[in-house]
């Protein structure tokens, strides 16, 4: 009987190990397609530095990007549309199947040519 309820409360412990282990590690993966996204934005800025008047393919929806970056352990699909000195950016960041979006609003400054972000908000991905 003592070795069942031991046996019992062994189970149990491997159990919960099991679980906040898989947790942690969806966590992290989270976090790296959350990364990937932001890096997406960061990249667009890049390019807006280097070239103010950059701007990839019109894009009409997220759902078919135009633009796109590969990092180590995540990719990032975008979809950047310009009107005048207004760069609208919706980045995807996915990591292991797991996607995070983030949408900003990037100006440019005609003058100075200087860039700032006016907005950047996570988005859910069920939202168009």
């Known amino acids: 009987m003592m070795g069942a309820v031991l046996l019992a409360i062994g189970m149990a412990g491997l159990t919960v190990g099991v679980v906040l282990s898989r947790a942690n590690n969806l966590i992290r993966t989270s976090a790296r397609a959350q990364a990937g996204a932001q890096a997406g934005i960061q990249d667009v800025m890049r390019r807006l530095v280097r070239d103010s008047s950059w701007s990839p393919p019109a894009c009409v929806s997220i759902a078919s990007p135009t633009y796109s970056l590969?990092?180590?352990?995540?990719?990032?699909?975008?979809?950047?549309?310009?009107?005048?000195?207004?760069?609208?950016?919706?980045?995807?960041?996915?990591?292991?199947?797991?996607?995070?979006?983030?949408?900003?609003?990037?100006?440019?400054?005609?003058?100075?040519?200087?860039?700032?972000?006016?907005?950047?908000?996570?988005?859910?991905?069920?939202?168009?």
Request: charged letters at 15%; glycine letters at 6%.
């Open 70 to 128: 590969v990092l180590s352990g995540s990719s990032v699909a975008g979809c950047v549309t310009r009107s005048s000195n207004t760069v609208t950016v919706q980045s995807v960041g996915t990591a292991n199947g797991i996607a995070r979006r983030i949408d900003a609003t990037l100006f440019i400054d005609p003058v100075s040519l200087k860039i700032t972000t006016q907005s950047s908000h996570e988005v859910p991905l069920d939202a168009p």
